[in-house]
C-alpha cells in the first residue's frame, strides 16, 4: 500500500530516514540504565561474566555489521572473537571451546542458515546463544538464551538499511556492556563510550543535507559498471556493505576492500573507468589511508571521499569529496552507513530498478 509511504518514493528512501527515530528506540533502555548486562536478559550478567570467548554468526549485511562488532569488542574486553558467515559454519566441523558465547544477528531471526548455524554451535560444545533480532517472536529469539531486540520497527525494502545500523548500535551496547562486567575498562573510559550515544539520532539527521550532493555522485556513478569500496579498521566492513547495497539495488558490480588490500590484488583493477568509493575517519589509521589513495590516484581511479572533518590532506587525491558535519568517534561505522545507502539508493533510482524488491531476492531466506 503506497498509502503510507508520504511524502518518500520506494520505502527504502522512508527507511533511511527512520534510522534516526530507530536509533533511538534501540538505545532507549541503555540511555536510561547505562551499559549493563541486564540490558541482555537476567542470566546475563553470569553468563557475560564466565564467557571465554564470542563467535558472532550471520549473513549478508547482518554479517557486516559482526564484522564491525568484532573490532569494538576486542578493544573493550580483550575477548577473542571471530565471525563466521552463518552457510559457511554450519558445514564446519571445530569444536566450540566451552563458555564461548555464540552471538547471532538477524533482522528476520528466521534466516535458514543462521538457525541450521546456531543449532550445530550447541552441539559443538558449552556454549550460550546471543540473539540480536528485529523480531520479537522469531525462531531465532525463542532458541536463544539471552535476546536483545532492535527496535527498527518493520523494514520493508529487501536493502537492509534501519535494519543494519540498529544492529551496529545494539552491539556497541554488547561491548560496552561486556566490558563493564568483566571490568576490562577503566570507569572513565567506559562513561566516554556511553556519552557518544546520545548524539548518535542527531548525527544522522546532521547527514541529511548532504543528500543533494551524493544524489549528484550517484548520477555519475550509474554510468559505472564496477566500483570498488575502501575502509580500513571499523569502516572496512561498512566498505562491505556500501558495495553490497549498490550490487543489490543498483545491479553495479562492486567490491568492497580493506584499504590496506588493495597492493595484494584490486589495484590491478585501477583505472579511469574504476570508481573508488573510499571512507576516511581522523584516526591513527589516515596516513596509511592517504597512500593508499595515492596508489589509486597515480592509477588514474576516481574517488569519491567521504570523510570526517581534519581530513582535508586527502582532497588532492580526489575526483569528489564530502566531509561529514562532525567528528564520528568510535560510532564512525554506524555514521558512514548513512551515506553509502543514499548513494547506493540515488544510483538504483538512476538507473530504474525496483529499488524496495531487487530482482532475485527476497526480504527473509527461510531456504538453504
Ligand atoms: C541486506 O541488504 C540483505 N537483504 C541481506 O544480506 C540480509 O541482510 C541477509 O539475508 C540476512 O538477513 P537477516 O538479517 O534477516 O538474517
Known amino acids: 500500500d503506497s498509502a503510507d509511504l508520504g511524502p518518500y518514493r520506494h520505502y527504502m528512501q522512508k527507511e533511511i530516514f527512520a534510522q534516526p527515530v530507530a536509533l533511538a528506540d534501540t ?20 553468563i557475560f561474566s564466565k564467557t571465554t570467548a564470542i563467535r558472532i554468526v550471520a549473513c549478508g549485511s547482518s554479517y557486516h555489521a559482526g564484522l564491525v562488532a568484532r573490532y569494538w569488542i576486542e578493544e573493550y574486553t580483550g575477548l577473542p572473537v571471530s565471525v563466521d558467515i552463518a552457510s559457511e559454519y554450519r558445514y564446519r566441523s571445530g569444536k566450540e571451546q566451552d563458555g564461548t558465547l555464540i552471538v547471532a544477528i ?3 531471526g528466521e534466516t535458514a542458515d543462521l538457525l541450521a548455524a546456531l543449532r550445530s554451535a550447541k552441539e559443538r560444545g558449552q556454549v550460550h546463544i546471543l540473539a540480536l533480532c528485529n523480531v520479537a517472536h522469531s525462531t531465532l529469539t525463542r532458541e536463544a ?25 545494539a552491539l556497541f551496547t554488547l561491548a560496552g556492556s561486556l566490558a563493564h562486567c568483566r571490568q576490562t575498562l577503566d570507569p572513565a573510559a567506559l562513561a566516554e563510550l556511553a556519552n557518544c550515544l546520545p548524539r548518535l539520532p542527531a548525527m544522522f539527521t ?7 550532493a551524493l544524489e ?5 556513478l550509474s554510468h559505472y559498471n564496477h566500483a570498488l569500496f575502501l575502509g580500513r579498521h571499523t569502516l572496512f566492513p561498512i566498505a562491505l556493505e556500501g558495495a553490497l547495497k549498490l550490487k543489490e539495488i543498483a545491479y553495479i558490480h562492486a567490491e568492497g576492500y580493506a584499504a590496506g588490500e588493495l597492493k595484494h590484488g584490486p589495484l590491478a583493477l585501477v583505472d579511469e ?5 573510499v571512507c576516511a575517519a581522523n584516526d591513527a589509521l589516515f596516513d596509511k589511508l592517504l597512500s593508499n589513495l595515492r596508489e589509486v590516484q597515480a592509477r588514474g581511479g576516481k574517488i569519491f571521499l567521504i570523510a ?3 581530513c582535508e590532506a586527502a582532497f588532492d587525491y580526489c575526483h569528489r569529496t564530502i566531509t561529514l558535519p562532525s567528528k564520528t568517534g568510535p560510532l564512525a561505522p554506524i555514521v558512514f552507513t548513512l551515506p553509502l545507502q543514499f ?3 540515488h544510483t538504483a533510482c538512476r538507473k530504474g530498478t525496483d529499488v524496495d524488491k531487487p530482482r532475485n531476492l527476497a526480504k527473509s531466506v527461510t531456504v538453504e
Open 27 to 46: 538505545l532507549a533502555a541503555a540511555l536510561k540504565h547505562g551499559f549493563s548486562p541486564a540490558l541482555f536478559g537476567s542470566d546475563a550478567h553470569d
Open 106 to 108: 538477524s533482522q528476520s
Open 145 to 169: 538464551d539471552l535476546v536483545a531486540l532492535t527496535h527498527a520497527g518493520i523494514e520493508i525494502g529487501v536493502a537492509s538499511t534501519k535494519a543494519f545500523t540498529t544492529q551496529l548500535a
Open 206 to 212: 546532521d547527514i541529511f543535507p548532504l543528500e543533494t
Open 216 to 220: 549528484e555522485w550517484a548520477h555519475e
Open 273 to 277: 573507468e574504476m570508481p573508488v568509493i
Open 308 to 310: 570526517e572533518p581534519g
Open 343 to 345: 548513494l547506493a539508493y
